[in-house]
Each structure stands twice: as C-alpha cells, then as structure tokens.
C-alpha cells in the first residue's frame, strides 16, 4: 500500500547542531508539506513544496530549510537547532486537485 | 493574525452524549474546510469536510455545520463514544490560485468521551 513515513520517529539533538528530518512517501503526490506542532498552537506549516524543484516558505519557516529533488522526498532541515525548535514535526502529502492531505506519524524532536 | 480559531480547547462528554466543536475564520477565499482526528503518537488523519456551497455534511455520527454569513463552521459528534476521545482539528484551505491547497489549522480541540 502506498504510505508516508517520517524518519527518525524521535530525534534528541543539542543546540547548534544540524538536523535533518526525512520525509518519504509513496502515493507519487506533486503537493508535500512540513508542519510543527506545538501545544496550544495546533498545526503550523513551515515550508511546501508543489513539485520538485518547487520549494516556498510556510508562516513559521526562519532557522529551516526543505530541498525537493524528487518526488517522493521532502527533507527538512534545521541549520543551526534551537531550543525552540523542540517540537513534533509531520510531513504531509496531497494529489493535484485532490483536497485531502495525508499525514505522516511525525517525528518528536527534542533540542537540549 | 490567526486566520482560524477554534473552541473549546478541551472538551469532556459522557458516553452518549453530544460533542460540539467550533471554528471561526476571517479570510472569504477559503473554500474547502477539513476537520482531522488525531490519536496521541499519531498524525492527523481527515475525518470529514465540507464545501462552502452547502451547510451541512453528515457522515455516519459526525456531522458538520456550515454558516458563510457568519465565517463559522462546526463538528457535531453524536453518540460519542470513548473510542472518539482524540484530538480533533479544523482547517481550512483555498482551491486555486497562488496558495491552492495550503491548509490553516485551528489549535485544536481535546475531546475525552468518559464511559
């Protein structure tokens, strides 16, 4: 079955540090996204991407950076981890002119 | 500027009961409003959607309200169950254009169904 999946599940890392956070999915959608989740601020999206090569910031995109050199990856990267930036990220995927997003499991990140 | 506001933020119903969430947006372009459930260690996943041409949308117990006048929208659960006990979010979207297909969500509703 087709799926979207999000490597690693949980990711301790220190300040300073670059991370990057994979995203693959296998349903061959043009549309992916990375939002962070943080208590009390729901869903807020940090960068997407419409094909490949295609890449735009997000609301909450400062101190990340995504790459879209196929379709099935989206990888976000943290260049420099804050502690800010302890979060739960899920990368999702969408069908052109379909509506509906689909979400990977996420990945925890802690930043100490 | 948050573009969706939700309530409430938690919610705790009896088994049987019914389950109101609401939802609040500002921007006329969006045109496609989701809610999604989310189960602790999981993404989000859709639940139910509707479309601003028509007011309301049932599927099975969960149902949505739809008012454009008033740039509101709602989730009615009916007959909850403790399996419903989740995070609930919703969202909404614009179809075409520059930003087709960006989702804002709303902070999110923890609902727990007690037995």
């Known amino acids: 079955d087709a799926e979207i999946t999000q490597s690693p599940r949980h990711k301790i890392t220190e300040t300073g540090r670059q991370v990057t956070l994979a995203c693959h999915q296998t349903?061959?959608?043009?549309?992916m996204f990375w939002y962070r989740q943080d208590l009390g601020h729901g869903l807020r999206l940090i960068h997407y991407s419409y094909g490949v090569q295609d890449t735009n910031k997000g609301e909450v995109s400062d101190g990340y950076s995504v790459s879209r050199s196929n379709t099935e990856d989206l990888p976000l990267t943290l260049e420099s981890a804050a502690s800010s930036q302890t979060s739960v990220y899920f990368c999702?995927?969408?069908?052109?002119?379909?509506?509906?997003?689909?979400f990977g499991p996420g990945t925890r990140l802690t930043v100490l | 500027q948050q573009q969706v506001k939700q309530s409430p933020q938690s919610l705790i119903v009896q088994k049987g009961g019914i389950s109101i969430i609401n939802c609040a947006y500002e921007n006329t372009a969006f045109d496609y409003f989701p809610w999604y459930q989310q189960f602790p260690g999981k993404g989000p996943a859709l639940l139910i959607a509707i479309r601003p041409d028509v007011s309301e949308k049932k599927e099975g117990r969960f149902t949505i309200s739809f008012n454009k006048s008033a740039k509101q929208f709602s989730l009615h659960i009916m007959d909850s169950q403790p399996g419903d006990s989740a995070t609930y979010f919703c969202a909404a979207s614009i179809k075409r254009g520059t930003n087709a297909g960006k989702s804002t969500f709303g902070d999110g509703t923890t609902l727990t169904v007690k037995p």
């Open positions: 999702a995927s969408r069908a052109d002119s379909k509506d509906t997003q689909y």
């Open positions: 349903w061959n959608h043009n549309n």
